[in-house]
């Protein structure tokens, strides 16, 4: 592993610098070029298996082995993938080009390991009630109409209920959409929910869900005690250009969003009432997607590169850009972080000796190549 050569500097509430972070120790483990097309989605499904999924059609999972990453089962889709996401039963969701979510079930105790459908979402029994019912068709277009529970547009982000019962939608038609994991049945759409594309989405364990948008926003929404739908709770202004990622930190107290504008604003507060309190600033370009572990939050961007913060509670919630991971040939489009603890007995004893916290960092990119990153960070004590 080899030190990273860049100074690191604490970044304050409103951007002051401080004293440097202890450098941490990196490399780039293992690279796989596994998919015909960019890699669009990247997912934890435990914690030596890898799900990555692509426009290619295809969803793969992957076995990590040290610095080695191997294809242990795949599937083939009908439309193109934009993400994927592994529930707590490990359930994997993927949402598709045609407005479709689909449910799929690894088999991996057998010898010839499968991925199984399970489900389209919507179901042909939502489909069928829906398209008898003429009050249940929904304006989406000038000119176009279609049933609530179908998307219009391309599913661009999912995101599940903190028991996993409730799966979230968010659509580049600019509604997003809750759906019942038991049975796959759409409960509630939330139209116009966004004035453009809807390109993230996240739930928090008190119920509040928060999207972003390529119109700059973030809106916070959750359904109120005797109601049956969310309703809009506040609406956060900072982004100058469209939103692209969005991320809760552990105990979800802080939020973090990354737009074209090449920023990771932090947001902190509580009850659905979150506040910008700074920003991440260092990329060139715009912030395509966000992965948070503990206190650690790595960035992805269209500038080729991976920057992996650090929180530090005890300076005022300053933040300092540990490293900068460089390696591919395209922009990232997605990251997967995950706490690990089964380096090498030589990566052991660096680990002990530095008094560090080790982390697998999972990047995709443009240029269809998955990276396995390790990464050694400096603990406080």
Same mark, same amino acid.
């Given at each position: 592993?080899?030190?990273?050569?860049?100074?690191?500097?604490?970044?304050?509430?409103?951007?002051?610098?401080?004293?440097?972070?202890?450098?941490?120790?990196?490399?780039?483990?293992?690279?796989?070029?596994?998919?015909?097309?960019?890699?669009?989605?990247?997912?934890?499904?435990?914690?030596?298996?890898?799900?990555?999924?692509?426009?290619?059609?295809?969803?793969?999972?992957?076995?990590?082995?040290?610095?080695?990453?191997?294809?242990?089962?795949?599937?083939?889709?009908?439309?193109?993938?934009?993400?994927?996401?592994?529930?707590?039963?490990?359930?994997?969701?993927?949402?598709?080009?045609?407005?479709?979510?689909?449910?799929?079930?690894?088999?991996?105790?057998?010898?010839?390991?499968?991925?199984?459908?399970?489900?389209?979402?919507?179901?042909?029994?939502?489909?069928?009630?829906?398209?008898?019912?003429?009050?249940?068709?929904?304006?989406?277009?000038?000119?176009?109409?279609?049933?609530?529970?179908?998307?219009?547009?391309?599913?661009?982000?999912?995101?599940?209920?903190?028991?996993?019962?409730?799966?979230?939608?968010?659509?580049?038609?600019?509604?997003?959409?809750?759906?019942?994991?038991?049975?796959?049945?759409?409960?509630?759409?939330?139209?116009?929910?966004?004035?453009?594309?809807?390109?993230?989405?996240?739930?928090?364990? #008190?119920?509040?869900?928060?999207?972003?948008?390529?119109?700059?926003?973030?809106?916070?929404?959750?359904?109120?005690?005797?109601?049956?739908?969310?309703?809009?709770?506040?609406?956060?202004?900072?982004?100058?250009?469209?939103?692209?990622?969005?991320?809760?930190?552990?105990?979800?107290?802080?939020?973090?969003?990354?737009?074209?504008?090449?920023?990771?604003?932090?947001?902190?507060?509580?009850?659905?009432?979150?506040?910008?309190?700074?920003?991440?600033?260092?990329?060139?370009?715009?912030?395509?997607?966000?992965?948070?572990?503990? #206190?650690?939050?790595?960035?992805?961007?269209?500038?080729?590169?991976?920057?992996?913060?650090?929180?530090?509670?005890?300076?005022?919630?300053?933040?300092?850009?540990?490293?900068?991971?460089?390696?591919?040939?395209?922009?990232?489009?997605?990251?997967?972080?995950?706490?690990?603890?089964?380096?090498?007995?030589?990566?052991?004893?660096?680990? #002990?000796?530095?008094?560090?916290?080790?982390?697998?960092?999972?990047?995709?990119?443009?240029?269809?190549?998955?990276?396995?990153?390790?990464?050694?960070?400096?603990?406080?004590?």
């Amino acid at each position: 592993m080899r030190a990273i050569r860049r100074s690191a500097k604490f970044i304050g509430r409103y951007g002051r610098y401080l004293n440097p972070w202890p450098l941490p120790f990196y490399h780039c483990a293992a690279t796989i070029k596994g998919h015909s097309s960019y890699v669009s989605g990247l997912a934890i499904y435990d914690l030596k298996t890898l799900v990555s999924c692509s426009p290619d059609q295809s969803i793969k999972l992957w076995r990590t082995n040290h610095n080695e990453l191997s294809n242990i089962a795949s599937a083939v889709s009908k439309s193109p993938i934009k993400s994927v996401l592994v529930s707590k039963d490990q359930t994997v969701f993927t949402s598709h080009q045609d407005g479709k979510v689909r449910a799929w079930r690894a088999n991996l105790k057998e010898r010839n390991h499968k991925l199984l459908l399970l489900a389209i979402l919507p179901t042909v029994k939502d489909r069928f009630f829906s398209i008898l019912c003429p009050k249940k068709y929904v304006q989406v277009r000038r000119h176009k109409r279609c049933t609530w529970v179908n998307h219009a547009d391309a599913v661009s982000a999912l995101a599940l209920s903190h028991d996993s019962k409730l799966l979230y939608s968010a659509s580049w038609d600019r509604t997003f959409k809750v759906w019942r994991t038991c049975n796959f049945k759409c409960v509630e759409s939330i139209s116009r929910a966004h004035e453009d594309a809807v390109n993230a989405i996240v739930v928090s364990k #008190d119920g509040f869900v928060y999207t972003g948008s390529a119109d700059t926003n973030i809106k916070t929404w959750r359904r109120l005690p005797g109601e049956k739908n969310h309703s809009l709770v506040s609406m956060m202004e900072r982004h100058k250009s469209a939103v692209n990622a969005l991320v809760l930190s552990e105990d979800e107290s802080v939020l973090y969003s990354g737009a074209c504008d090449r920023s990771v604003v932090v947001w902190e507060g509580g009850g659905g009432q979150m506040v910008a309190v700074g920003a991440l600033r260092g990329h060139k370009k715009a912030i395509l997607c966000l992965a948070v572990n503990k #206190d650690v939050v790595c960035s992805g961007s269209a500038d080729k590169t991976i920057r992996v913060w650090k929180q530090e509670p005890e300076r005022g919630y300053c933040y300092a850009c540990l490293a900068v991971l460089e390696g591919h040939a395209g922009a990232i489009k997605n990251l997967a972080i995950s706490f690990w603890d089964c380096f090498s007995d030589a990566e052991c004893e660096l680990r #002990d000796e530095r008094n560090a916290d080790a982390y697998f960092v999972y990047s995709g990119g443009i240029d269809c190549e998955i990276k396995v990153w390790k990464i050694l960070v400096h603990k406080e004590g």
